[in-house]
């Protein structure tokens, strides 16, 4: 979800769910982001993982693993491109 304001309209509740998501907190539970759902693609707390990501059909991993993974993705996708030409 992404919405555009200008700071003249912002409102209360627009800066708290801005500091929310600056803090890595789920915005449904109120909770540290602390697990990637490899399957949703998305960074999940752990109520997100017990209550709605626990069927066999996702895979979870820390959060700090799903940035590696996503960070080494990048790595190699740079490469192809720079192996292409592309800059």
Same mark, same amino acid.
């Given at each position: *979800?992404?919405?555009?304001?200008?700071?003249?309209?912002?409102?209360?509740? *627009?800066? &708290?769910?801005?500091? /929310?998501?600056?803090?890595?907190? @789920?915005?449904?539970?109120?909770?540290?982001?602390?697990?990637? @759902?490899? &399957? @949703?693609?998305? @960074?999940?707390?752990?109520?997100?993982?017990?209550?709605?990501? /626990?069927?066999?059909?996702?895979?979870?991993?820390?959060?700090? &693993?799903?940035?590696?993974?996503?960070?080494?993705?990048?790595?190699?996708?740079?490469?192809?491109?720079?192996?292409?030409?592309? /800059?």
């Amino acid at each position: *979800d992404h919405h555009v304001k200008e700071i003249k309209n912002f409102e209360s509740s *627009d800066v &708290q769910d801005y500091a /929310r998501r600056a803090t890595n907190v @789920c915005n449904q539970h109120n909770s540290e982001l602390r697990f990637y @759902c490899e &399957q @949703c693609v998305v @960074c999940i707390c752990l109520d997100c993982a017990f209550l709605e990501h /626990r069927s066999v059909d996702h895979k979870i991993i820390s959060i700090d &693993q799903g940035v590696d993974k996503k960070k080494s993705e990048i790595e190699t996708k740079i490469r192809e491109a720079e192996k292409n030409g592309y /800059r």
